[in-house]
Every structure is written in C-alpha cells, then in structure tokens.
T-cell receptor, first 113, second 113 residues
Framework: DGGITQSPKYLFRKEGQNVTLSCEQNLNHDAMYWYRQDPGQGLRLIYYSQIVNDFQKGDIAEGYSVSREKKESFPLTVTSAQKNPTAFYLC????????????FGEGSRLTVL | RKEVEQDPGPFNVPEGATVAFNCTYS??????FFWYRQDCRKEPKLLMS???SGNEDGRFTAQLNRASQYISLLIRDSKLSDSATYLCVVFRTSGGGADGLTFGKGTHLIIQP
C-alpha cells in the first residue's frame, strides 16, 4: 500500500542535541512538507520541497534543516538552535499542482527533556 | 483578523443530532477550501473539499459562502466515531502559508452517547 512513513513515532532528546526525523513516501509525489503542531494550535509550515534537490523555508524554519536528495525522502533535523522543539511533527506530500490535498504521515512526537 | 478562524469548541453533541460549524477566512483571494479531520494524537486526513456550489458526502455537507467569506461543515445523524477535531484549510497561490496553505486551529467535536 502506498503511503508516508515517519519515524520514530516518539523521540526524547536532551537539550543541546540535534535529532533527525525521517519521512519516506512511496506515493510518487513530487512535493513534500514538514509541519509542526503545538497543542491547540494550527499546523505551521517548517520547510517544503517541490522537487528533488530543492527546498524552501516555511514560516518557522529557524532551528531546523532539511535535505531532499531523493524523491521519496525528506528528513528533518531539529537542531540545538531550535528554542522550543517539543512538538508534534507532521510530514506530508502532494502532487505538484498543490490545491490543498495533502497526505500526512502518522507524525513524530518529540520531547526535549 | 486572523487569516483562518474557527471556534475551538468543544462542541458537545448527543449521538444522532445534527451539528454545524463554520470557518471564516480573511483573504478574498482565497481559491480552494477543505475540511480535514484529525483524531486525537493522530495525523490530519482530508475529509472533503468545499466547492462553490456546495457538496455532500453521505452525512457530511460542506458549503462555501464567498460573499461572507466563510465555509461550513454540517454533520447529520452524528455518530460516536465523528468525535474528532475538524480543521479548516484555505489555499491561495499568492500568500497564505509559504506553500499557499493556511490551517485553522480546529474545532473540537465530542459526540456523546
């Protein structure tokens, strides 16, 4: 079955550590996205990529980095520069002609101790 | 005024009742509209797109009012399984989120037996 796989589902890290969240899709989608969701808040865009080897900052990119070396993969690194990293992170993908229909992974819940 | 606004609720509704909630958007240039459903601690999933003429999918009816800049979702004969948070999503090619999408914070619906 086609879909988006995020890992790990739950992650704990100490302050000052970088952590990388994995996102893989086999939907043959060109576009991929990373969102962050905090309790009671809407989804906020961190980074997105419309094509391999190209990506753009979203609304809250500071303290995060991404790469898009393969169409299927769009990993997100949460660096120590991110001041409030504890959140629910959602990866999504879509066809290039985005009109709003996104397919989401199950999410990764990061807790900084 | 926030770009996309929703009443956070919670809406407590008895099973079998009809419930409706709205979402207002501030930018008249918005082009596409969607309702997503998000279960507790899960990823959002597309519930339905919202068309200008209104559209129905089983017990769910979505409507768009461009003049007043709101979209609505009506759920008839509500089921316990309808309990979830309903996210309003607005798309426009210029602006909104960096990818053109703006998510509302969601309306929390609780169906009570």
């Amino acid at each position: 079955d086609g879909g988006i796989t995020q890992s790990p589902k739950y992650l704990f890290r100490k302050e000052g550590q970088n952590v990388t969240l994995s996102c893989e899709q086999n939907l043959n989608h060109d576009a991929m996205y990373w969102y962050r969701q905090d309790p009671g808040q809407g989804l906020r865009l961190i980074y997105y990529s419309q094509i391999v080897n190209d990506f753009q900052k979203g609304d809250i990119a500071e303290g995060y980095s991404v790469s898009r070396e393969k169409k299927e993969s769009f990993p997100l690194t949460v660096t120590s520069a991110q001041k409030n990293p504890t959140a629910f992170y959602l990866c999504a993908s879509s066809f290039p002609s985005l009109t709003g229909e996104l397919f989401f992974g199950e999410g990764s819940r990061l807790t900084v101790l | 005024r926030k770009e996309v606004e929703q009443d956070p609720g919670p809406f407590n509704v008895p099973e079998g009742a009809t419930v409706a909630f709205n979402c207002t958007y501030s930018n008249s240039a918005s082009q596409s509209f969607f309702w997503y459903r998000q279960d507790c601690r899960k990823e959002p999933k597309l519930l339905m797109s919202v068309y200008s003429s209104g559209n129905e999918d089983g017990r769910f009816t979505a409507q768009l009012n461009r003049a007043s800049q709101y979209i609505s979702l009506l759920i008839r004969d509500s089921k316990l399984s309808d309990s979830a948070t309903y996210l309003c999503v607005v798309f426009r090619t210029s602006g909104g989120g960096a990818d053109g999408l703006t998510f509302g914070k969601g309306t929390h619906l609780i169906i009570q037996p």
